[in-house]
């Protein structure tokens, strides 16, 4: 799990390994997709070549698991492109790394990843999500670029200013994107999403039983252990 999952001023870091990250953060700049103004720019702090990002290091990637990193971001100045990867540059230890075009909603160029998804959200967000199986070189880093052309791992040329706006940021060890767990200084386990509704019209019958049609698609439905629908009531006893 990335900590400060909406607060890239702490935990996360403009150190790079080999690029020149120019960037900067300023701090709830913008409306988030809750409706707070909690939503960071992430932003070119000089006229240079370089990188404009973020990143959180000390992640631990297993060989052979699958993860999924997931970010909502919106286009600002001149920055068309988000990168998520988990290099600054295109050396060898690049176990993922895919743009997204927060113009058009389109993913764009990728490294090695199983899958990438744009989900469009209202006042121009996207939630942004690439998945990958870690392998050995896997250097627990994750970085997040504005990128100004649809390429990955290299520099650009940035005016002052130009970047976009990030928000809830997420690691999850699966093979698909799930809803968003805000975090701050700790992890935080993921509860089970349990919906109900309450029969107030006394429709349903416990004693010659019922049927309930779901129309719902599972969020994962390619590996062995699938999610499971179940309805029952509230002691588990029908």
């Given at each position: 799990t990335l900590l400060q999952s909406a607060d890239f001023s702490t935990t996360w870091s403009q150190a790079t390994a080999v690029q020149t990250n120019i960037g900067t953060v300023v701090t709830n700049n913008t409306v988030s997709p809750d409706g707070s103004q909690v939503a960071d720019e992430i932003k070119a702090a000089s006229a240079a070549t370089g990188i404009v990002a973020v990143k959180q290091a000390g992640l631990t990637f297993t060989t052979d698991n699958w993860y999924t990193v997931s970010v909502y971001a919106k286009k600002g100045s001149n920055v068309d492109y988000l990168e998520i990867s988990n290099k600054?540059?295109?050396?060898?230890?690049?176990?993922?790394?895919?743009?997204?075009?927060?113009?058009?909603?389109?993913?764009?160029?990728?490294?090695?990843?199983?899958?990438?998804?744009?989900?469009?959200?209202?006042?121009?967000?996207?939630?942004?999500?690439?998945?990958?199986?870690?392998?050995?070189?896997?250097?627990?880093?994750?970085y997040f670029k504005a990128r100004n052309d649809n390429a990955v791992s290299t520099t650009g040329t940035f005016a002052l200013g130009d970047g976009f706006y990030l928000w809830g940021a997420q690691v999850e060890n699966v093979k698909y994107m799930t809803s968003y767990i805000p975090t701050t200084t700790a992890t935080v386990a993921r509860a089970a999403d349990v919906m109900s509704v309450l029969d107030t019209?006394?429709?349903?019958?416990?004693?010659?039983?019922?049927?309930?049609?779901?129309?719902?698609?599972?969020?994962?439905?390619?590996?062995?252990?699938?999610?499971?629908?179940?309805?029952?009531?509230?002691?588990?006893?029908?």
């Open positions: 600054d540059d295109a050396a060898s230890g690049m176990t993922f790394a895919q743009t997204f075009n927060l113009n058009t909603g389109a993913t764009g160029s990728g490294g090695t990843v199983y899958s990438a998804k744009m989900k469009e959200h209202a006042g121009g967000w996207y939630r942004c999500s690439v998945t990958f199986q870690a392998d050995a070189s896997s250097n627990g880093s994750v019209d006394n429709k349903w019958n416990w004693d010659i039983g019922m049927s309930i049609l779901m129309d719902a698609r599972p969020l994962n439905s390619d590996e062995v252990v699938t999610p499971l629908y179940h309805y029952a009531d509230t002691t588990n006893d029908n």
